[in-house]
């Protein structure tokens, strides 16, 4: 698959993964733990079934970013991840401070388009693939490869907070997995506390797929629409009154010459090219958008974008730190 299709394909079928540098996890190891070789092994109940996870899994494949990032902080880094469509063969921004040289790239992991040969290429002895597209059509053949945990309410409808409680059980890390909530969840506190006014505020948020049109994130279940919800945030009632894409849950594609249905108190756009930013920003509906005219708009990256579409435990502390200096602006003026 070429870079471009590549891209397309992650537009249209995947939450964008990513972001931030916050070593929350190898330094966060309680006196209660026990050692890996001491570990019983556990089982893990989910929507597709009930997963026996081996003692100590040493050879661990995940398939999405939040899982990859939990197991990451709780001091297991996996064999293989989702690939970085941002930065090919690259590190993500939010691994800094934890080694993850020897990490393979699993192609197709964000647009559900994984072929099983690579997997079992692998010799994996755990799979995490609550954030796969198509875990549903796959779980039962990998399942075959190796013990594979699921979702818990849908694909990209865990929150952060679920994955990596899963991904502590699975390795026996459940209270070091708990204090790594916590502090998180104590930051994103921190955040709403700092920011009042954005009680009832309303926001849209977008990735360009194409010079002409965006897909709009419509999914009143969405891990990011959870996020923004505890900040005070709601979706604009606009977005409700979209129609769905078949071919992507829980996203509405729109022409740009309707970018009226996207204004809000804050606009959050994301951009997998640069030339796709310069298209969209340079349509004269677009650039009409109170949001865009008053400053609440934040044009993001693919990474930027990533970190804040899909939370993870790594990625959620510094999306925070990108968000706030636009959402100061957001609130009414004292």
Request: net charge negative.
């Given at each position: ?19 931030v ?39 661990i ?61 692998l ?54 997995a ?11 506190a ?38 923004l ?35 809000a ?35 993001l ?34």
């Open positions: 698959m070429t870079p471009t299709r590549s891209i397309t394909a992650f537009v249209r079928r995947a939450p964008l993964l990513l972001l540098p916050l070593t929350l996890g190898l330094s966060a190891c309680g006196d209660d733990e026990t050692s890996a070789d001491d570990r019983a092994a556990a089982t893990v109940e989910h929507a597709l079934g009930t997963t026996e996870v081996p003692a100590a899994p040493k050879r494949v995940s398939l999405g970013g939040a899982a990859t990032d939990a197991a990451i902080a709780l001091g297991v880094t996996p064999i293989a991840g989702p690939e970085n469509l941002a930065a090919p063969g690259q590190a993500r921004p939010w691994h800094e401070g934890h080694d993850v040289s020897q990490m393979k790239e699993i192609a197709g992991a964000v647009t559900g388009q994984v072929k099983l040969d690579q997997i079992l290429a010799k994996p002895d755990l799979i995490f693939a609550g954030e796969f597209a198509n875990a549903k059509e796959l779980y039962p053949q990998l399942a075959k490869i190796a013990p594979t945990i699921a979702y818990q309410e849908g694909p990209y409808e865990d929150s952060w907070q679920t994955t990596t409680t899963v991904v502590g059980q699975a390795l026996g890390r459940e209270s070091q708990k204090d790594l909530i916590a502090k998180t969840e104590a930051q994103v921190r955040v709403a506390a700092d920011h009042p006014g954005l009680d009832g505020r309303t926001w849209t948020f977008f990735v360009a797929q194409s010079p002409s049109r965006v897909g709009v994130l419509v999914n009143p279940k969405d891990s990011l629409t959870t996020l919800g505890e900040l005070g945030l709601k979706p604009v009632p606009a977005q409700q009154r979209l129609k769905i894409d078949a071919s992507t849950p829980g996203v509405a594609g729109l022409s740009i010459e309707q970018a009226r249905r996207l204004d108190d804050v606009v959050f756009g994301t951009y997998p090219a640069p030339p796709l930013r310069k298209a969209i920003e340079g349509n004269g509906v677009f650039g009409q958008l109170d949001a865009v005219r008053d400053g609440r708009y934040l044009a990256d693919l990474s930027q974008g990533g970190g804040l579409r899909a939370p993870t435990v790594l990625a959620l502390p510094w999306s925070l730190e990108l968000l706030e200096p636009t959402l100061k602006k957001v609130e009414p003026a004292a």
